[in-house]
């Protein structure tokens, strides 16, 4: 599969010196799976240390790919909770600045007032009645380019890039696999990641008989008229 997972896997492989071959059923960057899109947020906003451990070494991959910085945006990010609830030890907040504490990230704590003085623009309608917490380090990742860019460097890597090849069947072999697709390729290879996303289930189960349940949904993506105030580009926090 050609989706984030799969090139950027394609991408590390190579970069340890192995021959690499990406098989993607549709074209690349094509927006049948969840890879596409105008973008997504990235974030060290969680309550739980093994996120933050992933999200400092995709960054630091992010920005090799992109050392100009045209595929990210640092905004900052707030996290908006009831104010009621906010300082419970089982809310939100608490355990998000838990985190930042523990991880030394700067952060800060704000009431209704607070984040509406701080953003007139983006959070200057937002109530009283809100507490918030601001984080710096979060922003956003272009989803479209990124996966564009990640193409071009596995292909600078040497990797071989097949697309429209659903992959048909995966069998064992002596010393190791061989995949077929369907438009007829015959790859013989020590190792196969299998890295489908939404098809994740179907190919568990008919390559390997293996069970893994999923269910697929999809997301309801809503666009709103609004002011160029709310804007990542007019530094709104995420």
């Not at 240390?49 to 070494?57: A, H, L, N, P």
């Not at 390729?185 to 489908?196: F, K, N, Q, W």
């Amino acid at each position: 599969g050609g989706g984030i997972i799969g090139a950027w896997t394609a991408c590390k492989a190579a970069e340890k010196g192995a021959r690499v071959i990406l098989t993607e059923q549709f074209s690349r960057c094509h927006e049948f799976g969840s890879s596409h899109g105008d973008g997504r947020i990235w974030r060290k906003a969680y309550e739980e240390d093994v996120y933050v451990d992933m999200m400092e070494q995709s960054l630091v991959a992010w920005k090799e790919l992109s050392p100009e910085g045209n595929l990210m945006k640092k905004t900052g990010m707030v996290c908006l909770e009831d104010a009621e609830n906010a300082f419970r030890s089982d809310s939100m907040i608490t355990g998000l600045t838990s985190l930042f504490e523990r991880r030394g990230l700067a952060y800060e704590t704000l009431d209704g007032l607070g984040l509406r003085t701080k953003f007139p623009k983006s959070y200057g309608q937002v109530p009283d009645d809100i507490a918030a917490v601001y984080l710096e380090e979060a922003g956003v990742l272009y989803a479209t380019p990124a996966l564009h860019q990640t193409w071009k460097r596995a292909e600078t890597l040497g990797v071989e890039l097949i697309e429209h090849a659903p992959v048909d069947g995966i069998y064992k072999s002596d010393g190791g696999y061989r995949v077929n697709t369907k438009e007829g390729h015959r790859i013989d290879t020590g190792s196969v990641v299998l890295a489908s996303g939404a098809w994740i289930s179907q190919l568990a189960m008919r390559f390997f008989g293996v069970d893994i349940p999923t269910r697929v949904t999809a997301e309801l993506v809503s666009y709103h008229k609004a002011s160029v105030d709310l804007s990542v580009d007019n530094s709104m926090p995420v």
